[in-house]
Protein backbone atom coordinates (compact mmCIF):
# COMPACT_ATOMS: atom_id res chain seq x y z
CA UNK A 1 0.00 0.00 0.00
CA UNK A 2 1.20 3.25 -0.81
CA UNK A 3 0.87 6.45 1.28
CA UNK A 4 -2.08 7.88 -0.68
CA UNK A 5 -5.28 7.57 2.12
CA UNK A 6 -7.66 4.92 0.78
CA UNK A 7 -11.15 6.16 0.00
CA UNK A 8 -14.60 4.25 0.77
CA UNK A 9 -17.89 4.88 -0.20
CA UNK A 10 -19.10 8.75 -1.13
CA UNK A 11 -15.40 9.81 -0.90
CA UNK A 12 -15.35 8.65 3.14
CA UNK A 13 -11.84 8.29 4.16
CA UNK A 14 -10.71 5.01 5.76
CA UNK A 15 -8.55 4.30 8.51
CA UNK A 16 -4.94 3.51 7.10
CA UNK A 17 -4.07 0.09 8.55
CA UNK A 18 -0.66 -0.57 10.27
CA UNK A 19 1.34 -2.77 12.39
CA UNK A 20 4.30 -2.96 14.68
CA UNK A 21 6.48 -4.54 17.53
CA UNK A 22 8.20 -3.49 20.11
CA UNK A 23 11.19 -6.18 19.96
CA UNK A 24 12.81 -7.31 23.42
CA UNK A 25 15.09 -9.08 24.28
CA UNK A 26 17.37 -10.06 27.82
CA UNK A 27 20.63 -10.43 28.52
CA UNK A 28 22.41 -11.00 32.15
CA UNK A 29 19.16 -10.27 33.41
CA UNK A 30 18.20 -6.89 31.84
CA UNK A 31 15.63 -6.32 29.45
CA UNK A 32 16.35 -3.99 26.29
CA UNK A 33 13.78 -2.55 23.56
CA UNK A 34 14.60 -1.86 20.01
CA UNK A 35 13.99 1.73 18.69
CA UNK A 36 13.76 3.14 15.43
CA UNK A 37 14.95 6.65 14.20
CA UNK A 38 13.02 7.88 11.16
CA UNK A 39 14.93 10.50 9.94
CA UNK A 40 11.83 11.45 6.83
CA UNK A 41 10.30 12.41 10.97
CA UNK A 42 12.98 13.00 13.18
CA UNK A 43 11.38 11.03 15.80
CA UNK A 44 12.37 7.71 17.69
CA UNK A 45 9.61 4.77 17.57
CA UNK A 46 9.13 1.37 17.39
CA UNK A 47 9.66 -0.31 13.93
CA UNK A 48 5.73 -0.16 11.93
CA UNK A 49 4.37 0.44 8.90
CA UNK A 50 1.49 0.27 6.91
CA UNK A 51 -0.09 -3.12 5.65
CA UNK A 52 -0.17 -4.09 1.83
CA UNK A 53 -3.43 -5.18 0.53
CA UNK A 54 -5.06 -8.35 2.28
CA UNK A 55 -1.87 -8.75 4.22
CA UNK A 56 -2.83 -9.77 7.97
CA UNK A 57 -1.75 -7.30 10.82
CA UNK A 58 0.54 -10.02 11.56
CA UNK A 59 2.34 -10.42 8.41
CA UNK A 60 2.67 -6.89 8.08
CA UNK A 61 3.90 -6.49 11.89
CA UNK A 62 7.00 -8.98 11.13
CA UNK A 63 7.43 -7.95 7.35
CA UNK A 64 7.62 -4.03 8.68
CA UNK A 65 9.92 -4.83 11.76
CA UNK A 66 12.50 -6.87 9.47
CA UNK A 67 12.43 -3.67 6.64
CA UNK A 68 13.41 -1.50 9.47
CA UNK A 69 15.70 -3.51 11.47
CA UNK A 70 16.49 -6.28 9.29
CA UNK A 71 16.02 -8.91 12.35
CA UNK A 72 13.54 -11.88 11.74
CA UNK A 73 11.28 -12.39 14.72
CA UNK A 74 8.80 -13.78 16.20
CA UNK A 75 5.08 -12.84 17.71
CA UNK A 76 4.70 -13.39 21.65
CA UNK A 77 1.65 -11.21 22.27
CA UNK A 78 -0.44 -9.11 21.02
CA UNK A 79 -0.05 -5.42 22.88
CA UNK A 80 -2.58 -2.67 22.97
CA UNK A 81 -3.59 -0.49 19.56
CA UNK A 82 -2.70 2.62 19.07
CA UNK A 83 -4.70 5.14 16.93
CA UNK A 84 -4.22 8.84 16.09
CA UNK A 85 -4.00 11.30 13.17
CA UNK A 86 -0.77 10.71 11.25
CA UNK A 87 0.95 13.71 9.47
CA UNK A 88 -1.39 14.14 6.68
CA UNK A 89 -4.06 14.43 8.65
CA UNK A 90 -5.47 10.41 8.13
CA UNK A 91 -6.76 8.34 11.05
CA UNK A 92 -4.92 5.60 11.50
CA UNK A 93 -4.56 2.28 13.06
CA UNK A 94 -1.55 0.44 14.25
CA UNK A 95 -1.94 -3.10 15.85
CA UNK A 96 1.35 -3.79 17.93
CA UNK A 97 2.77 -7.23 19.05
CA UNK A 98 5.57 -8.17 21.67
CA UNK A 99 8.30 -9.63 19.18
CA UNK A 100 11.91 -11.57 20.34
CA UNK A 101 14.28 -11.56 17.72
CA UNK A 102 15.49 -15.24 15.87
CA UNK A 103 19.10 -15.09 15.83
CA UNK A 104 21.35 -12.29 17.26
CA UNK A 105 19.62 -9.66 18.63
CA UNK A 106 23.19 -7.37 17.68
CA UNK A 107 22.68 -8.30 14.04
CA UNK A 108 19.98 -5.57 13.58
CA UNK A 109 20.80 -3.00 11.91
CA UNK A 110 19.33 0.36 10.30
CA UNK A 111 17.27 -0.33 6.39
CA UNK A 112 14.35 1.26 4.77
CA UNK A 113 13.35 4.66 6.18
CA UNK A 114 15.38 3.66 9.73
CA UNK A 115 18.48 5.62 9.92
CA UNK A 116 19.85 4.35 13.41
CA UNK A 117 18.66 1.90 15.95
CA UNK A 118 19.04 1.25 19.87
CA UNK A 119 18.62 -1.01 22.21
CA UNK A 120 18.19 0.25 25.38
CA UNK A 121 16.47 -0.27 28.56
CA UNK A 122 13.10 0.56 28.85
CA UNK A 123 13.55 3.72 31.22
CA UNK A 124 16.30 5.28 29.07
CA UNK A 125 13.77 4.22 25.81
CA UNK A 126 11.13 5.85 27.70
CA UNK A 127 12.76 8.95 27.51
CA UNK A 128 13.98 9.04 23.85
CA UNK A 129 10.72 8.17 22.59
CA UNK A 130 8.78 11.34 20.82
CA UNK A 131 5.38 10.04 20.61
CA UNK A 132 3.41 9.42 24.21
CA UNK A 133 1.27 7.14 22.68
CA UNK A 134 4.95 4.93 22.60
CA UNK A 135 5.45 5.23 25.58
CA UNK A 136 2.01 3.87 26.88
CA UNK A 137 2.74 0.65 24.53
CA UNK A 138 6.01 0.53 26.37
CA UNK A 139 4.00 0.64 29.88
CA UNK A 140 1.89 -2.77 28.04
CA UNK A 141 5.24 -4.92 28.07
CA UNK A 142 5.94 -6.65 31.04
CA UNK A 143 9.00 -6.39 32.79
CA UNK A 144 10.02 -10.15 32.17
Not at 15 to 26: L, S, T
Not at 49 to 54: F, L, T, Y
Not at 106 to 114: I, L, R, T, Y
Request: hydrophobic letters at 35%.
Amino acid sequence: MDDALEAGEEGVSTVVRAAGGVVVHDTTGRRSVLLVHRSKYDDWTFPKGKAEGDETDEACALREVEEETTLRCRLIRPLPSTRYVDARGRPKLVRWWLMHPLGDPDAAAASNEVDEIRWLPPDEARSLLTYRRDQDLLDAVPAR
